[in-house]
């Protein structure tokens, strides 16, 4: 599947088809998991072709 991902450096995957959906999951899981939040531009430096 195409699509964009983000690796978190917890070593979490995270994917999306697109880059605004896979920015929105890794936003969701940095404030989820690593209690922090992350600007679009910091998500959005981060993406990578799936
Ligand atoms: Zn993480």
């Given at each position: 599947m195409e699509g964009r991902?983000?690796?978190c450096p917890c070593g979490a995957v995270l994917r999306g088809g697109t880059t605004d959906e896979?920015?929105?999951a890794a936003q969701a899981h940095a404030r989820t998991v690593h209690d922090m939040d992350l600007?679009?531009?910091q998500a959005e430096a981060m993406v990578r072709p799936a």
């Amino acid at each position: 599947m195409e699509g964009r991902i983000i690796e978190c450096p917890c070593g979490a995957v995270l994917r999306g088809g697109t880059t605004d959906e896979v920015v929105a999951a890794a936003q969701a899981h940095a404030r989820t998991v690593h209690d922090m939040d992350l600007t679009r531009d910091q998500a959005e430096a981060m993406v990578r072709p799936a």
